[in-house]
């Protein structure tokens, strides 16, 4: 009698925390990097952005400390691993040639913060990294609206709030009161129809009721994109810019999501002079329909939100990648740059059926923080 399939149960938080613990006592990991199965995989590695500020206590798993990154890229260095950029990677994957203990680093949106923070130090350790940059907010030099409505309702938390006109009726500023309010006040902009600018303006109106010093989070660069000058600067510094959609959105309307690229890829091309063809999906919204137009508009890979490792069977437009975060522990990390992780049951990533869309051109997608974190899935990235 042949055997039945291998059931892979969960492991609870607590249990992969031993489980990894445990097996780098053992020096597993150490076993592992210098595997020739840990040889013909690579590790994406993914972050949003780093701190300015206190964003890492408002949201920890889009931001994480300098201090944190420097030590993971201690950990790379420590551990011999070979940091690619993406393009070679890839084409190394594809052709079996992957040095040992193979990783990339890849950073979402293309923050200010990476320019400012990230980037001294990728320099610093001499490795290379991927932007995949959402260009609206370059061309537009302000907060990103969505999150910096969240992360003003954060600064304010527990407190009572009212906003005639805005707001139906006074809240109070706890964590479902934050995310009501939030989303009523992008509906509220939704329906009025409001310019980049105009919302902008409501942000100031927020920071002001709110007893936030909007102009000093504005002259820090709080939650800003990097300006195209700043692209082209890290492009300048060998930081390889790629595809993020120009307002971080994706439509089942094939048109519009091409245009979605083409918008974008023009903004990188301007910018760097480099036609960019690596493209990571807007907040992980992925879907297997998205691979005729991706292939259409000359794409020829692309990242997800779901962890794991890279193989030669790995297919091109859906590759994992480790979204790296605050609270992922040093052993935690060892177990994922060595492979070890792959062995051990995890929960999948599920997104909410409505993150993917169709609007008119002229709206954009809201979708705050908050709202992402209370449906369980992966956090978002910023996006307009």
């Known amino acids: 009698m042949s055997p039945g399939p291998r ?74 691993c070979a940091v690619l950029r993406l393009p070679e990677a890839l084409r190394r994957l594809r052709s079996g040639t992957l040095p040992p203990r193979s990783v990339v680093i890849t950073f979402d949106d ?48 527990g407190r009572d709030f009212e906003w005639p006109g805005v707001l139906q009726a006074p809240v109070r500023l706890d964590q479902p009161g934050r995310t009501a309010a939030a989303r009523e006040i992008r509906d509220y902009a939704r329906r009025s129809g409001l310019s980049g600018a105009a919302k902008d303006d409501l942000l100031a109106g927020l920071a002001a009721r709110l007893g936030e010093d909007y102009g000093a989070l504005c002259s820090r660069r709080v939650l800003h994109l990097m300006t195209a000058s700043e692209v082209s600067q890290a492009a300048g510094c060998g930081i390889d ?92 990390f060892e177990g994922w740059v060595s492979g070890l992780a792959e062995f051990v049951p995890r929960r999948p990533v599920r997104l909410p059926p409505d993150r993917v869309f169709e609007m008119k051109r002229e709206q954009f997608l809201e979708y705050a923080p908050e709202d992402h974190a209370e449906s369980g899935s992966v956090s978002p990235d910023m996006m307009d």
């Not at 995949?132 to 537009?140: A, I, K, R, V």
């Not at 292939?295 to 794991?308: D, H, I, K, L, N």
């Open 241 to 332: 810019i790629q595809l993020h959609t120009h307002r971080h959105r994706v439509s089942r309307i094939p048109e519009r999501f091409v245009e979605e690229i083409e918008d974008n890829r023009s903004f990188i091309t301007r910018a760097t002079g480099i036609n960019p063809v690596h493209f990571c999906y807007p907040s992980g919204v992925e879907a297997a329909e998205f691979v005729r137009v991706l292939r259409g508009a000359g794409v020829e890979s692309a990242v997800t939100c779901q962890p794991g490792l890279a193989g030669e069977r790995s297919d091109p437009l859906f590759l994992p990648r480790l979204l790296d975060i605050s609270s992922l522990s040093a052993t935690e």
């Open 7 to 80: 059931i892979r149960v969960p492991l609870s938080r607590r249990a992969r925390l031993a489980v990894f613990d445990a097996a780098s006592a053992l020096k597993l990991p150490s076993v592992l990097l210098r595997s020739s199965w840990r040889t013909h995989r690579l590790l994406i590695l993914g972050y949003h952005g780093l701190s300015l500020d206190d964003e890492h206590e408002w949201q920890p798993s889009l931001y994480i400390p300098s201090a944190l990154f420097r030590s993971r890229l201690e950990a790379l260095r420590n551990m011999k």
């Open 110 to 157: 293309g923050a200010y913060d990476f320019y400012h923070l990230a980037l001294p130090l990728l320099r610093e350790f001499g490795f290379p990294a991927t932007v995949y940059l959402t260009s609206y907010y370059s061309g537009f030099n302000r907060p990103v609206f969505d999150v910096m409505l969240s992360y003003l309702f954060w600064k304010a938390r």
